[in-house]
């Protein structure tokens, strides 16, 4: 079995978990109204597919953050443990089918509201509304579901199911939402925000959901901008590594 087939095989387990699909969908529905929001720049460019991109971000974390706790345990308790094992390729590629294939999945309801969106902005005389929706989808969606993704799959890999959701969802609120009513530093507006807020003006010029504060958070630009990417994906490696390990250790016993 080559990597790609068990990338589909991951992928086909995530598509049919049908309580993903149950609050995704919603999540998605309500992102999208609340984008269109009297707080929306409705600039009809760029600008305004980050502001969705960011709001349908937030939203759907919400969703993933519960539905993958058993990502890194859900191969030995559906017996494909051993078929993986059996696979010519190495543990390497395999944790990393066991992430792309549900990203592939969990990828398509925001990438297809950009698109959308993107195609409507380009109708209406934007050429590059169509090529700036997969640009704002790689930069700003994706590195924040796979963080999703992430927490949750380490949660998952030493917590039980039902308690490992509510942390990981607590987790991802506190991640991605900021209010002075919680009197506790959070990394949104920050560099180590995990929606984009640095991404967001480094890259696009686009007003940040959240007034950008710490460290380089001035005027910042492409550099900070990418650095604010690199450690989006620190945390995904870290995390999902580091759940490996634990899921593997439970499993042992």
């Known amino acids: 079995m080559t990597l790609v087939n068990l990338i589909r095989v991951h992928a086909r387990i995530a598509w049919r978990q049908k309580a993903l699909w149950y609050t995704s969908i919603p999540l998605t529905l309500l992102a999208i ?16 597919l980050v502001y969705k991109a960011q709001v349908t971000v937030m939203f759907l974390g919400i969703a993933y953050a519960a539905a993958f706790t058993n990502l890194l345990t859900a ?20 944790r990393m089918a ?6 592939t999945v969990v990828i398509v309801p ?23 929706a997969f640009v704002v989808t790689a930069s700003v969606i994706a590195p924040a579901m796979l963080c999703s993704i992430a927490i949750s799959a380490f949660t998952g890999s030493f917590l ?25 530093p959070a990394p949104a507006g920050t560099i180590f925000g995990i929606t984009g807020d640095v991404v967001a003006e480094g890259y696009f010029g686009s007003r940040p959901l ?13 550099a900070t901008a990418t ?27």
């Open 33 to 48: 109204i609340v984008s269109f929001g009297g707080n929306a720049p409705n600039t009809g460019d760029v600008k305004d």
């Open 75 to 94: 191969p030995a308790r559906l017996g494909i443990g051993e078929l993986e094992s059996s696979a010519p390729v190495g543990s390497m590629k395999l």
């Open 98 to 103: 066991r992430v792309v294939g549900p990203f």
């Open 110 to 132: 925001p990438l297809t509201f950009l698109l959308v969106m993107g195609t409507i902005q380009t109708v209406q005389g934007k050429w590059d509304g169509l090529p700036m």
């Open 160 to 184: 039980p199911q039902a308690f490992a959701r509510i942390v990981a969802v607590l987790v991802w609120f506190y991640l991605v939402f900021s209010t002075p009513m919680i009197p506790v």
């Open 210 to 222: 959240y007034a950008l504060t710490g460290p380089l958070s001035s005027s910042p630009g492409p």
């Open 227 to 253: 650095v604010s990417l690199l450690w989006q994906l620190t945390l995904i490696i870290v995390l999902l590594a580091i759940g490996s390990r634990l899921s593997e250790r439970f499993r042992d016993r």
